[in-house]
């Protein structure tokens, strides 16, 4: 699946958008929001033009005007500009999140060199600041496995697991609505759960939307976030 038709998924049914297939992951976040009332608003994002070796830690997004200048906290690990990537180190669990400050949201990722040698990636919503949150994490493996976790206080408990089949770049979006928690990947629901009333409790109001990574070959790309 190419970046432009993973982006193009989430604009889906937008009415003044009607060249989609022209248009790429970029120019998606300039699209007026205010144009429909249909259209998702954009509250985080990042293509991650940077210097090679640039930390990711207070960092501004890309296109700071689309993404109300969002801003990367590092919680665990390390992250880093990679050509144009963002990459994290191999710290188990190593998480890096904007202040998106908004619990029902859809978050929209590429991830490459991820299908191969026990790889791992994914994303993050409605993170504490701290360490709770949920988590859509992509596993290379026999089979390969996606994991929807909730992480408490760093204690992580797996709600859900399948079993697709990688690509060798894959788009993966992770979107909460209230209780509602679904995952895509490359275009198809993998994932569709509903929270209990003691997970939604445990997750408190936390409302920052980012990456989850655990492997420095892992790259990240196209991140995007919108609202509702």
Same mark, same amino acid.
């Given at each position: 699946? +190419?970046? @432009?038709?993973?982006?193009? %998924?989430?604009?889906? =049914?937008?009415? !003044?958008?009607? @060249?989609?297939?022209s248009?790429?992951?970029?120019? %998606?976040?300039?699209?007026? $929001? ?5 259209t $998702?608003?954009?509250i *985080? ?5 940077g ?6 830690? *207070? ?7 689309s ?5 990367w906290?590092? !919680? ?5 500009? &990679?050509?144009n ?12 999140? &904007? ?11 590429v991830l ?9 990636? *994914?994303?993050v %919503?409605s !993170? ?11 596993i290379? #493996? ?17 709600l ?7 690509? +060798?770049?894959?788009?993966? &979006? ?9 995952v895509?990947?490359n ?7 509903? %929270?209990?009333a ?7 109001? =936390?409302?920052?939307? *980012?990456l989850f #990574? ?11 976030? +919108?609202?509702p």
């Amino acid at each position: 699946m +190419t970046v @432009t038709s993973a982006a193009s %998924l989430l604009i889906a =049914g937008i009415a !003044h958008a009607t @060249t989609l297939g022209s248009l790429t992951a970029r120019s %998606l976040l300039d699209i007026d $929001p205010a144009a429909s009332v249909t259209t $998702p608003s954009t509250i *985080g994002c990042d293509n991650f033009t940077g210097t090679t070796g640039a930390t990711m830690a *207070g960092r501004a997004a890309t296109v700071a005007a689309s993404c109300a200048s969002r801003v990367w906290t590092v !919680h665990v690990g390390t992250w880093t500009i &990679q050509s144009n990537k963002a990459a994290s180190s191999a710290t188990a669990s190593a998480a890096a999140t &904007q202040n998106t400050t908004t619990v029902n949201s859809t978050s929209t990722v590429v991830l490459s060199s991820l299908n191969t040698g026990g790889r791992s990636g *994914g994303l993050v %919503l409605s !993170h504490d600041g701290a360490s709770s949150y949920l988590a859509a994490v992509m596993i290379d #493996g026999t089979p390969d496995r996606v994991e929807l976790r909730l992480v408490v206080g760093g204690t992580s408990t797996v709600l859900v697991t399948v079993n697709p089949t990688f690509a +060798t770049t894959n788009t993966l &979006q992770f979107a909460r609505s209230g209780t509602s928690v679904t995952v895509t990947l490359n275009g198809t629901s993998i994932i569709s759960t509903t %929270l209990t009333a003691a997970q939604s409790t445990s997750l408190g109001a =936390g409302a920052r939307a *980012g990456l989850f #990574g655990g492997d420095s070959t892992v790259r990240f790309d196209d991140f995007l976030v +919108t609202s509702p």
